[in-house]
């Protein structure tokens, strides 16, 4: 069969979206699919660029190419999935999360700080009921992703969870004993959180360090808090690491903290059980909370500084709980989170 996965990408961005889309590439090319990915530069301001990106994707003609038909095309997120195709499934990351929940959030809701962005929410909003019902089937990479569909549009989907790249190394590596510090691994923007996680560190009781790993545009306010909050001996950044060194970092860690605001799926919660180590994880963190259970695989706390540290403090003082945390979410990882393959196929069935 001739796939074609339709991709936005942001130019010179690399992350979980992309991951996800060439580990999907490269099972169903391992499957005996000819697969190709139709990717499409994405910009996102000013608002009026949004309606611009989605008359492109609704304008392509992907039925065939080169003469020869395509046979199926699988969109990702918005607004690829506006692509007309007659047997178009979508796997749904996320929708343009600012035209929907973080529409009049004070610190996240963007797009409503425009002029003219109530006119362009109203557009994404007729676009998505038109390009997601068109659609042979629905998933979405998380329960949290699909009870967003289903508030917003009552479109109906199937979560479908998958494992990143670098779980999929986890689970084929050796941990070594539980170490000294939690790893945030994430990119570096305010909806991730990390301002919070360098503000929790200022309140821990025992000598745990705090490993943030990532790159993006809150690099350089991120560095200025960690100076503020006079933790530089105990907070560490490391930007453009290899997959090799992150690997390290979890493997020699103590757990990992992952405390974003109401994130879509989240690959450190999967990577950190392939690791068999402790998640630390927040009340409002969205999709994290659909695999870590608070006192049995992890720990789950109010989203606030004092709180978070005396969950890193307990981890580290008590390493029996710690070992038992993280080989219980290693359970949880391998029972709910199925192989590539599994996933490729129910894709297509």
């Known amino acids: ?11 010179f961005a690399r992350g979980g979206g992309e991951m996800h889309t060439e580990r999907l590439a490269s099972t169903l090319r391992e499957m005996g699919h000819e697969v190709d990915v139709l990717a499409i530069p994405f910009k996102w301001y000013p608002p009026s660029e949004l309606v611009h990106q989605m008359a492109l994707w609704r304008s392509l003609d992907v039925s065939e190419a080169n003469g020869q038909p395509i046979d199926m095309a699988i969109a990702l997120k918005f607004p690829a999935y506006l ?24 610190v996240y809701g963007d797009l409503a700080m425009h002029e003219d962005g109530a006119a362009v929410r109203e557009l994404i909003w007729k676009a998505d009921r038109v390009g ?22 009552g479109i109906p989907s199937e979560p479908l ?13 050796t941990p070594g004993p539980l170490g000294d510090h939690v790893v945030f691994p994430s990119r570096l923007e305010p909806l991730k959180r990390q301002s919070l996680a360098v503000e929790a560190m200022r309140h821990v009781r025992t000598p745990v360090r705090m490993v943030l790993v990532g790159a993006g545009p809150g690099r350089d306010a991120l560095e200025r808090r960690i100076e ?5 001996d105990r907070v560490r950044l490391e930007s453009g690491v290899s997959d090799e060194r992150l690997l390290e970092l979890y493997l020699g860690s103590l757990g ?33 909370l659909e695999l870590v259970r608070d006192g049995e695989n992890g720990l ?47 894709l297509l069935s």
């Open 132 to 153: 997601l019902k068109e659609a042979k089937r629905i998933y979405t990479n998380s329960a949290n992703v699909g009870a967003r569909l289903e508030r917003s549009l």
């Open 256 to 288: 990992a903290y992952y405390g974003p605001y109401d994130e879509d799926y989240g690959y450190v919660t999967l990577e950190a059980m392939a690791a068999r180590r402790p998640v630390v994880t927040t009340t409002d963190s969205g999709g994290p």
């Open 161 to 173: 969870y998958h494992r990143s790249p670098i779980c999929e190394a986890l689970l084929r590596r």
């Open 300 to 346: 789950v706390v109010d989203p606030a500084p004092r709180r978070i540290a005396a969950a890193l403090d307990r981890l580290y003082a008590d390493r029996e709980v710690a070992a038992r945390l993280g080989a219980e979410g290693h359970r949880t990882l391998l029972a709910s989170v199925p192989q590539w393959r599994e996933v490729a196929e129910r």
């Open 83 to 106: 692509v007309r195709h007659e047997r178009k499934v979508v796997w749904l990351i996320h929708q343009h999360r600012a035209a929907y929940e973080l529409w009049d959030h004070p």
């Open 228 to 232: 503020q909050e006079a933790v530089g």
């Open 1 to 11: 069969m001739r796939i074609a996965i339709c991709h936005p990408q942001t130019p």
